[in-house]
């Protein structure tokens, strides 16, 4: 008798226990017990760098074990800078699909408002998160919103202007009114070359067409060129280099693919990186990890990307140490 009452004692016992734990497995694991999630990725227009973060995305999912046709099904949609476009396709991903991602703070900011507030949205290479809105603050996001943000070295993007053109006084400085992230980073560097004893003379667009007439004027009027993490002076920066090239004028990008497409020299974060790292925060929120409690992720360490076409364009001469640098931990495209 003793033994039999033992016995049921420890199935009450067990049952007892199974019954507290088994709610918070289910809530924490609804995602990954589905056969296959859906993943929406929004990016805000095509140009190399945001081309560079959506491929990041899908190594760092694959990282935590997500992979396309396995556990996962991938639906990209791509505005190419038309705002309408954006928001019909942020509520359509926002309908089907189970994890968000918004690549550029557009695209990010369209799909929080078209989303409810128990779907996952992921952040990817964001400049400004919490000046945009998109978290409350980067370490305590407080909201179904979180992800990679890389907000540019930019005390190394300056050091590096007056290392190349140590007898440069007046920066250009050029951005997108409608970019709230580019906006950020140009005033940002723009307070950074003041303090430096230097003049920053600001230039603005609406959108790309822009660019011809005010980087013909720009490009008149100032001794060095900033291009910051700007989709706009990205989407048009082939431009902005023909323009400052006829004035002899080198253009200093934020970002590497922006040398790539004719900046002179830059001290850039990888965009890669950036992508793979909101992708790989994408899959520990997918494997049960809180958006609101999960802290913006960063990447700061730079390399020294140079453009040796522009460097002899211009006839530019780079410190030897940081061509050294370049070509050991960086990249020199000729």
Known sequence: MKRMLTFIGAI?????????????QNENTK?????????????????????QIHQGIISGLKDEGFKESKNIKVEFQNAQGDQSNMKTMAQQLADRDDILFGIATPAA??????????????????????????????????????????????????????DVMPQAKKIGVI???SD??????????????????????????AN????????????????AIYAPQD???????????NNANQAGKPVFPASDTMVTDGGTASYAIDQHDLGRLAGRMAGKVLKGKKPAEYPVGF????????????????????????????????????
């Open 175 to 177: 951005y997108t009114s």
């Open 208 to 223: 790309t067409n822009d660019m011809q007439q005010i980087s013909q004027q720009m490009s008149n009027n100032v001794d």
């Open 109 to 162: 900011q369209a799909l929080v408002n078209s989303a409810d507030k128990s779907t996952p949205i992921m952040m990817a290479g964001i400049s400004d998160p919490a000046g945009s809105g998109l978290v409350k603050s980067e370490k305590h996001p407080g909201g179904n919103v979180t992800g990679s943000s890389g907000d540019s070295p930019l005390d190394k993007q300056l050091q590096l202007i007056r």
């Open 31 to 51: 995602l990954t017990q589905q056969k296959t999630i859906k993943v929406g990725i929004l990016q805000m227009v095509s140009h190399p760098a945001l081309n």
């Open 180 to 205: 709230a992230g580019g906006q950020s980073n140009a005033k940002k560097f723009a307070k950074l070359v003041k303090k430096a004893g230097l003049q920053p003379k600001m230039y603005t667009i």
């Open 12 to 24: 009450l016992v067990f049952l007892g226990f199974a019954l507290v734990t088994q709610p918070a």
């Open 299 to 334: 990447v700061v360490k730079g390399t020294y990307v140079i453009n040796q076409e522009q460097i002899d364009k211009l006839h530019i001469q780079v410190p030897d140490k940081i061509m050294q640098q370049a070509q050991k931990n960086g990249k020199v495209i000729k």
């Open 231 to 241: 989709n706009g002076v990205a989407s048009s920066m082939k431009t902005l280099v």
